[in-house]
């Protein structure tokens, strides 16, 4: 079965600060989409990355990045340079490729606290 | 939001009484979710569907119910809402495997 662990329950930082957020996933799958969303104290569910399991390469946008790693089930998401509207829980999901019926999975976010 | 919307966005019901959750989509969208919110425990996935008439479980479905028989519509029925069952619902959709999932406004459900 497949399951997203968020072993980060809340993080709290000073502005400028670089922090990470771990993500770590099972899946019987060999081919399966791994995602990032963020939630600000607004509410809304706001995307942020889509990679699949064929694609190892590292990502960077602006001040994110993230880290994929078959190897260890990981991918992780950084922010550099923090800033207080980075403040949100961050969810991380997986989605496995299989036949007709897909379930998307979340794990269970990471409450992001960035302080001025 | 992708032409995905939840109604109502807020309720309070009494304990025992059923309550219908709807989640509407203009997108074609094939796949769609219903997800509740709750301190600790993230979004947890309660039913989704991968087409019309075509509904399955997810982790926490005890309690609910879920019908479509249309593309565009999506609803999550309590039959016998519970004080358990207060949360915030989340609607999702997908058009496929490698896109990302559009998500509704969510519902806040209380049940008194």
């Known amino acids: 079965a497949q399951k997203v662990t968020q072993a980060q329950t809340e993080i709290s930082v000073v502005e400028k600060e670089d922090v990470t957020l771990d993500c770590v996933y099972e899946?019987?799958?060999?081919?399966?989409?791994l995602f990032w969303y963020k939630q600000p104290p607004s509410g809304e569910l706001v995307f942020l990355i889509r990679?699949?399991?064929?694609?190892?390469q590292n990502e960077i946008s602006g001040r994110y990045s993230w880290n994929f790693q078959k190897s260890t089930s990981s991918f992780n998401f950084t922010i550099t340079a923090s800033q207080v509207v980075d403040s949100a829980v961050y969810f991380c999901?997986?989605?496995?490729?299989?036949?007709?019926?897909?379930?998307?999975?979340f794990g269970q976010g990471t409450r992001l606290t960035i302080n001025p | 939001d992708a032409g995905i919307t939840q109604s109502p966005r807020h309720k309070v019901t009494e304990t025992g009484t059923p309550v219908t959750l709807r989640c509407h989509q203009t997108?074609?969208?094939?796949?769609m979710y219903w997800y509740r919110q709750d301190p600790g425990h993230g979004l947890r996935l309660i039913h989704y569907?991968?087409?019309?008439?075509?509904?399955d479980k997810g982790e926490v479905s005890d309690g609910y119910s879920v019908s479509r028989s249309k593309t565009e519509d999506f609803l999550l029925t309590l039959e016998s809402a519970t004080s358990s069952q207060t949360s915030v619902y989340f609607c999702?959709?997908?058009?496929?495997?490698?896109?990302?999932?559009?998500f509704g406004q969510g519902t806040r459900l209380t049940v008194v």
């Open positions: 999901a997986l989605s496995e490729a299989g036949e007709g019926a897909q379930k998307l999975v």
């Open positions: 899946t019987r799958d060999t081919t399966y989409y």
């Open positions: 990679r699949n399991s064929f694609d190892e």
């Open positions: 997108e074609n969208h094939r796949y």
């Open positions: 569907s991968y087409g019309v008439k075509d509904t």
């Open positions: 999702a959709a997908l058009q496929g495997l490698n896109t990302e999932a559009f």
